[in-house]
């Protein structure tokens, strides 16, 4: 076997590969936890609009299940059948938010896919 003989100068641009090798899976893993960060922010904001919807039916004085699924639209007042209008307008534009935030990566294929069938049941 021969001996090979490896100068300081080898062992600092060993080194200084490791080094950058170490920086760059550093970097690989802030910007993972940056992503996660900004998904949960996104599904944050979409269970507060949920809840700012089904609170302004509570300060209405409406049944938000009674107005929306529990009866037909025939069987409402005027009123219920303008908040299940509007209801149903907010709701489109929901999703289309979804979809975007879906393109953008700031939503979870399984979140999407609820709401993709939401949108079918919805649609048809």
């Known amino acids: 076997m021969k001996n090979v003989r ?7 641009q060993l080194l200084g590969m490791v080094g950058v090798l ?6 690989g893993l802030e910007m993972r936890q940056s ?6 922010g996104q599904q944050q904001a979409r269970a507060n ?6 609170l302004t039916f509570i300060e209405a ?3 938000y ?6 009866s037909a639209f025939t069987d409402l007042s005027t009123e219920q059948q303008s908040a299940r209008r509007n ?11 979804d979809y975007y935030q879906y393109e953008a990566g700031l939503m979870t294929e399984a979140n999407w896919e609820a709401n993709l069938e939401n949108i079918r049941r ?3």
């Open 87 to 97: 209801n149903l307008w907010i709701t489109w534009v929901i999703y289309e938010n």
């Open 6 to 12: 490896v100068n300081f100068e080898g062992w600092i």
């Open 22 to 27: 170490g920086g760059l899976v550093f970097v």
């Open 61 to 63: 004085g409406l049944d």
């Open 35 to 40: 992503q996660l960060i900004a998904v949960a």
């Open 65 to 70: 299940y009674n107005v929306n699924v529990g």
């Open 122 to 124: 919805g649609y048809n």
């Open 49 to 54: 609009m949920y809840v700012n919807r089904y």
